[in-house]
């Protein structure tokens, strides 16, 4: 029952990360990333850096909900949230807001939650490879 248990845990977090994360993607499929490349280039980096977005919030986080490589989609996921973190949310980082929440909790959580999935990996209910990357 442990062993069922432990998947069963894996397959929910990887479905809660994964799952929020794809709507934020599927936003930017609908809406754009424009805003996006004007924060990627004022940060001094090239405009197509933006792009790479639609990896970290489209294709990953499908590759995490279906337990495919997901040890690195999950990696992914975490160097996309932390390049968020740095360019847009660099100064809430140090702040509390009005309801004494941590101002990038959200992001932290993903981060935390990305980088859990890639140590636990995606467990038996999956349809990668037991053993491989998941």
Not at 31 to 39: A, D, L, T
Not at 106 to 132: D, K, N, Q, S
């Amino acid at each position: 029952m442990g062993a069922r248990i432990d998947d069963l845990g894996k397959l929910i977090l990887r479905f809660g990360i994964g799952g929020i994360l794809l709507v934020h993607g599927i936003s930017k499929l609908q809406n754009g990333i424009g805003f996006v490349e004007q924060m990627v280039s004022a940060n001094g980096l090239p405009a197509f850096v933006a792009y790479g977005v639609y990896v970290g919030e489209v294709l990953a986080p499908v590759l995490i909900i279906a337990g495919v490589f997901t040890r690195p989609a999950a990696l992914v996921i975490a160097f996309d949230l932390l390049g968020a973190v740095f360019m847009a949310r660099r100064a809430d980082i140090g702040k509390i807001t009005g309801g004494g929440a941590w101002a990038i909790e959200v992001e932290a959580l993903f981060i935390l939650g990305a980088l859990a999935i890639a140590c636990f990996g995606a467990g038996r209910l999956a349809l990668g490879r037991p053993g491989g990357y998941n």
